[in-house]
Structure formats: C-alpha cells, structure tokens
C-alpha cells in the first residue's frame, strides 16, 4: 500500500511536470480600465436615474474608476468578464490614464463565468501603482476565488501563496503577476452544467491588504491592465517536460530514446551514476507498459513514476562494496562523495542535490575542506534553504501544535507568531550570532502585525525585520515568543506544566519522565482549590507524594514564564493580584521571573544548551535519533562549537565536515 501511494504521488508530479499532444488553447480575459469606463459612461440605467454618469472629483474611499488626466470617477461597472479569443497572453499595452481606484481592505471581484480550464496554471498579471509614497504605508494584493452555487451553498478561500506588496508609484506602475496551480484550488463543482441553477459562476477577487488610514490623502492601489490566463506555459513544450524528455537525433527509435530518458532521469533523481543492468529493467517494464498508450511520453511516465517509489529515490541509500567485508570495516567506512551530496542536500535543502554538487561529487572534490566549506555557504544563501529553517524550527520547538491552538482568532497573527521563530532562526543563521540569542537578545524579528502585539512602536509593513528592543518590552530570544507561549497554554491562561515540559525538553534536552498512570488529578469543584492562585494549586499538587519527584523539576521551570498570558501578552497582574513568577529549582536555585530564568540559563547553563542544539541539529542533519554510540561524536562536535563563540553558521559547518556525517 505504501509503494502504490508513493508511485501515485510520483505520477501526479510527473503528470503536472510533462505535456502531451498540441499545446491547449488559453482562455484569457483582459479587463482594460479604458474600455471599462467606456462602456460604463455609454451606459444609462432604465429608469434615468443619474448611474453611469461621470463625478467631477476624485474618489478617496471609495472603489471607482478615475481617470488621472481629467479627474472624473465612475463606479465600476458589475458584469460579467467574457474570454478574449483573439487575446495573447503577456501583451504589454501602454499605460492608462484611466484606473481603478482600490482602496485599503477593499477588493476587486470578477465574474470569470466559468469557462476557466479544470488543471494547468492560471496567470493573474495585474499592473498597478501606488497612490501615495509614505514608506511607513504598506498596500498588497491577494487573490481570493469563490463560488456562490445557491442561497445556502458558497465557498471562498485565498488562492494567493502570499501577498504581494505594490511598491512602484502610479506614474510608473509595476507588473504584479501570480501563478494559481487550478487543480489545486476549489472549484465550482456545477461548472459544466448546461442548466443555469445552480450557478456556474466563478469569482476572482483582488483584495488590497493595507495598514495605510484614512484620511484627505489615503494610499490606494491604482490598477489599470488586469490580464488572466489559463492554462500559462512561458514556454511550449515547457522546461519542466524538455528537462525530462530532451532532445535527440534518436527519438524516432523508442528503444534507443528509452534508454537514454532513463540513463538521464535515474542518475538525477537516484544521485548516483546507473548501470545498463538497472536500466534493463525498467525498460522490460516500458515494454509492457507501452501497448496500452497512444505516445511514448505518456507510457514513459508510468515508468518513470515507478523509478520514484524505488528506495534509491526515497531514502538516502548507501552503496556497500566488495571491499568492505567485515563489521570493522563497514562501521569505519566514509559514505561515498554522491551520498554525501545528497546528504548535504536533503540536510540544507530538503531536496536533491544540483548539477554542481553532483559534478563536484563526480571529480571526488566535494570533501576538500574549502570546497565544502563553499558549497555549504551557497546552498545556504539559496532560497531552497528556507525549508531547513522552517523544518528543523518546526521539529526542534514543536510547532506543529499551533494546528491545535483554537483561542487565537485573529488569522494575521496566528501567521506572524509562526513565522516569527523561523525568521529569527534564520536571521541567527544568516549572521552566525551566536546561539545563545535564541536564549535572549537585544533584537526582535518582527513584522507590524507581531510588533503591535508586542507593544513594538515604529514598525510597519507585513515583512520579517530585525528591530532593536529594550529590556521594558519584556521580548528578546524565542522563549518569549508568542507561538511558544501560546501552544503551551490551555486557551485561557498559561500553563506552567506545559510550558516547564516543552523548556526542558526543546530547550534542555532533559525531557521529564511520563506520568505515572495514577497521577491524581486536580480538583476543580473544590471550592478551597478554586480560591487559590495558579502557582498555590501547583504547590498543593506537587505535595501529593505521587507527584513531588516529577513536579519539582519540572514546575519552577513554567512558572517562571507566569508574567505571559495565553496569547503571550505581557503582564503585571493576574485578577487584580501581582504576578508571582518566582520558584526555585531542585537545586535550590531561585527563578525569578523570565528575566531570572533567562540569566540562569547564560550563566550556568550555557554547555547544556550548546549540547542540546548540537545534538538536535546533527539528528536532523542525519534524519536518524542519535544513539549512545554516537554520544562520544557529540561530545567532541560540542567542544569545538564552543571555542568558535556558538556560532550558528558554524555549527552547521562543523557538522557536515564531521565523522558523524561522513561515516556511515
């Protein structure tokens, strides 16, 4: 069952990667705000009344179409957006006057019909400018598709993979374009009805995200040119298909051609040079495959999706030789230059390795320490190396619990708080701080949206930056970042248990033991239990004999985050009472507050953490849990990371340029 859903997966890939037969006919629409105005102007309501008509002034918040030159507005007109037959994709025409003013929070919604194709891209090109310039003013656009069948049946979602800020001004407006994947997104199911109820109308809608007020002057989004096409190839067949199927004098000849699609495909996707044996055998599958397809490319696929449900491609695989015989042998032995480019890319990129790695690998210099050294700085500097950020971040703090979180409603801040520790990973890691500013910092990574939540002034726009931070906003570091605080509360309150069990296992690397199975709860009907503090119910708890041994170590550690709500705010008081957010350790050690907690850590903690990071990172390097034959590596991984300063972007090189990743 696992290899048919991995091999269908590989043929869904391959199915959106390659084409068949002539290149489809696009179905595009084009909304030119000139001709928009026009028809609306010609325009007069039945009953005479004053629509259509134009409005000597310029619209402020409203949406309308506005001609720049002459100042008049007109309201746009509601109808339906028909396909262009004789429309070409990526036309360039000249610059309007005449715009469509989109306000702040307001939006644009087309009526497509329903003549949009069911798969392949939909290209949403959009030229627009900004009406005003205040940089402290941010406006982007999104893209929203819904359906409304009948009364009763409706849906809306947000296509869009991000917003898009327009930053260019209206006198020299910008291109904004998106790419919608159409059999990703939801669809009106009633589209190919011939009947006219229920509706068979899909709806595009471009809405304005914007932090800018109101007001005489208010930034607006002007757009002019809207174009919307599917299915979108920049080019036929595209570079997706031609990287698969190149081109060859021996195409005409199946046999021939197979063989060398296969030699292609399998050394990329296995990483590793291939033999005429390997490459036998699925070519006897070809054979089979081939009666009961119309073209080569289509019965290829089969195959190929075969080749990505293989273990080569699914595992990162390590190659035996004759030479290593004895158990001495194989545990010494290095992996191979191949396998370790595909572990340095399945590390840093979550991907296989490029055309680079695998040459360097080929000519055996990928292991020469400054070559290495190199490549790790340029795979890191590439963009496919935000996966590392976000995967290891995600495992290393377990934030796959925010999916559970339901007391957050606010939908942009659920979004900052999650990307918030992934971007502070990656401005650590992109400067080579030093590890110990996960602990605190003088900094914050914060967008508007988060820094307003932070009581941050001065902070605008829905983009990640570094902002410097005093010790009164109480932040710094991820210990007090609002999705680790948040996802260990209980949707009312904090949670000293949760948030003392996720520091010491996340942070400390020192997880307590499971409960034992006749841990008593706390009783909450107890009138004499509710009229006690937080930290006094815990107190209570953690007398009971069955639960001191595990409570001790493990609540001061919570309790010293008690000044941070459940959505993370800071604060002074608890109904009406002062926070008490001091506790001592099993050692006796005193934790006052975070600030307590956090000078502890730096102070008398420091080799813990280092280690705990080492050996959370080099298990994810590896993909393995690490083992107690592998503590002595670890050891020694860690004594040199804390003589280069703790260093991130060290650590990361220490650890590919180890015996740990290196052997097998």
């Given at each position: ?243 698969i199927f190149m081109e060859s004098a021996n195409k005409a000849d199946e046999q021939v051609y197979g063989r060398e699609v296969l030699n292609r495909f399998l050394k990329r996707v296995w990483r590793r040079p291939v033999t005429s044996q390997e490459v036998d055998q699925f070519m006897d599958l070809f054979a089979k495959y081939r009666p009961g397809f119309t073209t080569f490319e289509d019965a290829m696929v089969e195959v190929l999706a075969t080749a990505l449900a293989t273990p080569e491609f699914l595992y990162l695989t390590q190659r035996v030789t004759t030479a290593e015989t004895t158990d001495v042998a194989k545990s010494a032995a290095r992996i191979s230059e191949l396998e370790l480019a595909s572990r340095l890319a399945v590390f840093l990129w979550s ?314």
């Open positions: 069952m696992q290899f048919e859903t991995y091999r269908d997966l590989g043929l869904k890939a391959l199915k959106r990667a390659t084409v068949s037969g002539e290149r489809p006919q696009a179905v595009t629409y084009i909304i030119s705000m000139q001709e928009e105005m026009e028809k609306a102007a010609s325009k007069k309501d039945d009953k005479g009344s004053e629509k259509g008509k134009k409005n000597p002034r310029k619209p402020k918040n409203q949406q309308q179409l506005y001609n720049r030159e002459t100042d008049e507005s007109i309201p746009f007109p509601a109808g339906k957006s028909m396909p262009r037959p004789d429309a070409a994709a990526g036309t360039t025409p000249a610059v309007s006057p005449v715009v469509l003013v989109l306000p702040r929070s307001n939006e644009l919604k087309l009526d497509l019909d329903r003549f949009l194709p069911d798969d392949g891209i939909m290209r949403v090109r959009i030229r627009a400018g900004r009406s005003t310039m205040n940089p402290d003013e941010y406006a982007s656009l999104r893209l929203i598709f819904s359906a409304h069948t009948s009364n009763n049946a409706n849906f809306s979602q947000v296509i869009s993979e991000r917003d898009i800020p327009v930053t260019a001004s209206a006198d020299a407006p910008q291109f904004i374009h998106f790419d919608i994947p159409l059999s990703d997104i939801q669809r009106n199911p009633f589209r190919k009805l011939t009947t006219t109820f229920p509706r068979r109308d899909e709806f595009l809608h471009i809405h304005n995200v914007s932090n800018a007020p109101g007001g005489e002057e208010p930034l607006q989004v002007l757009i002019d040119y809207i174009e919307i096409s599917a299915p979108f190839y920049e080019q036929w067949p595209p570079k997706s298909h031609t990287d991907s296989i390795p490029d055309d680079e790695l695998l040459k360097l690998a080929e000519q055996g210099k990928l292991r020469e320490p400054e070559v290495l050294a190199t490549q790790v700085k340029r795979m890191l500097a590439d963009s496919r190396s935000r996966r590392f950020s976000q995967n290891f971040v995600e495992q290393w703090l377990g934030l796959d619990r925010m999916s559970s979180v339901t007391h957050i409603t606010d939908n942009s801040l659920r979004e900052a708080m999650q990307e918030e520790p992934i971007a502070f990973f990656e401005e650590v890691l992109k400067q080579n701080h030093c590890i110990m500013d996960f602990i605190h910092s003088d900094y914050a990574v914060v967008n508007e949206r988060l820094a307003a939540h932070y009581r941050i002034p001065k902070v605008y726009g829905p983009h990640f930056r570094t902002v410097a931070i005093t010790p009164q906003t109480n932040r710094g570091g991820i210990l007090t970042g609002a999705a680790i605080l948040a996802m260990n509360s209980d949707g009312k309150d904090s949670h000293p248990l949760k948030r003392g069990v996720w520091m010491l296992k996340r942070i400390l690397h020192d997880p307590p033991p499971p409960p034992p199975p006749n841990v008593p709860e706390v009783d909450l009907t107890n009138p004499e239990i509710l009229k006690m503090t937080l930290k006094e119910r815990i107190v209570d708890h953690r007398n009971k004999a069955a639960c001191l041994s595990c409570h001790s170590r493990i609540d001061p550690w919570g309790i010293a985050f008690e000044n941070y709500d459940a959505l993370g705010v800071y604060r002074t008081q608890i109904n009406n009472k002062p926070v008490d957010a001091t506790s001592d350790l099993f050692n006796r050690q005193t934790l006052a507050g975070m600030d307590g907690l956090k000078r502890y850590l730096l102070t008398d903690r420091q080799d813990q953490f280092a280690r705990a990071m080492v050996h959370k990172l080099a298990s994810y390097a590896l993909g393995r849990p690490l083992t107690f034959g592998d503590r002595a590596d670890i050891d020694r991984l860690t004594v040199q990371f804390r003589r280069r300063d703790d260093g991130l972007g060290d650590l990361i090189q220490l650890i590919v340029s180890s015996n740990l990743f290196n052997l097998r």
